[in-house]
């Protein structure tokens, strides 16, 4: 069924299941990332580093990565070896979307 570890037969297949997964894994990144920018906006004001918020977007941050770094590398094998640089640079693009979008439709919509 594999060969050098990649699957036979799987390319387009491959990168449709890549772009669904990504913009979900998108989706899913929004939380992390609201709570980040919320905890970097906030250590100058706090006169330090608030330890609750370390405990929790730390964590939360490193555990979005690893699944993304997982569904991803799984995806990888689905796809050509050719394209393994495009399927990384893809996946980071389609991840970033939802939340790259979210600036972009206040900026449309005058919200700005």
Known sequence: MSVD???VGAGRCGWQMTVVANLCLGVIGLLPFFLLSVYVSNLGL???VPLGWTLVVVP????FGALWFLVNRGLR?????????RHWWLAALLTSAPTLSLPVGALVSGSF
């Not at 939360?60 to 555990?63: D, N, R």
């Not at 094998?77 to 640089?85: F, I, M, Q, S």
């Open 5 to 7: 570890g990649q699957v």
């Open 46 to 48: 706090a006169g330090g």
């Open 60 to 63: 939360l941050t490193a555990g």
């Open 77 to 85: 094998k689905l796809t050509t070896p050719a394209h393994a640089r």
